[in-house]
Antibody, heavy 126, light 111 residues
Framework: QVQLVESGGGVVQPGGSLRLSCVASGFNFYNFGMHWVRQAPGKGLEWVAFLQHDANDKAYAGSVKGRFTISRDNSDSTLFLEMNSLRGDDTAVYFC???????????????????WGQGALVSVSS | QSALTQPASVSGSPGESITISCSGTSSDIGAFNYVSWYQQHPGKAPQLIIFDVSNRPSGISNRFSGSKSGTTASLTISGLQPEDESDYYCTSFVHNPPRRVFGGGTKLTVL
């Protein structure tokens, strides 16, 4: 079955950096667009970033653009989120999420996420 | 402030039907049929329950249904069950620049 496992979360000081990883299994990772979504403690969901299946297209939320970088290694079925210049309002659980429809699939949607990881907690505090 | 507007809370009794609204603009919900809905229980990852406005993934109960009128999408849950008590989020695609936006979430209480 599809599994997404995030790692790399932790406590970091304001201005610091952190790199999250999301290891995928149970599907052809190289065929699917992937996203990061975060949730601050007690708050709602916030979309963070998108990376196309072949890494040729990417997009970021305005709140992280220029500070965060999304990337992937299709040979290792791993998605990354490099986070720099971290701020207190970046404190959140970060989920990786898989698009429902793959590159050559006929069903589902590129605009929905049908599998999510368990999340990685990032805490930015001095 | 979230890009899409949802009621903070709704409630209903077992067996009843409830509807959660998700209000957007002509740049998101009004422009595309790319609204999806997620259920999230406390401490858990979200689960997809509706995609592309009104489609249910396999395994999702037909008690869940979605619709859209103009710039407002809606999620209806019929025959409420205690396990439906959860947080619900809508999301939509926005084109320029391309991104996704969420509603603030709605807490459903089953009385």
């Amino acid at each position: 079955q599809v599994q997404l496992v995030e790692s790399g979360g932790g406590v970091v000081q304001p201005g610091g950096s952190l790199r999250l990883s999301c290891v995928a299994s149970g599907f052809n990772f190289y065929n699917f667009g992937m996203h990061w979504v975060r949730q601050a403690p007690g708050k709602g969901l916030e979309w963070v970033a998108f990376l196309q299946h072949d890494a040729n297209d990417k997009a970021y939320a305005g709140s992280v653009k220029g500070r965060f970088t999304i990337s992937r290694d299709n040979s290792d079925s791993t998605l990354f989120l490099e986070m720099n210049s971290l701020r207190g309002d970046d404190t959140a659980v970060y989920f990786c999420a898989k698009e429902q429809k793959g590159n050559n699939d006929g069903s589902g949607s590129h605009f929905a996420w049908d599998s999510w990881g368990q999340g990685a907690l990032v805490s930015v505090s001095s | 402030q979230s890009a899409l507007t949802q009621p903070a809370s709704v409630s209903g009794s077992p067996g009843e039907s409830i509807t959660i609204s998700c209000s957007g603009t002509s740049s998101d919900i009004g422009a595309f049929n790319y609204v999806s809905w997620y259920q999230q229980h406390p401490g858990k990852a979200p689960q997809l329950i509706i995609f592309d406005v009104s489609n249910r993934p396999s395994g999702i109960s037909n008690r869940f249904s979605g619709s859209k009128s103009g710039t407002t999408a809606s999620l209806t849950i019929s025959g409420l069950q205690p396990e439906d008590e959860s947080d619900y989020y809508c999301t939509s695609f926005v084109h320029n620049p391309p991104r996704r936006v969420f509603g603030g979430g709605t807490k459903l209480t089953v009385l």
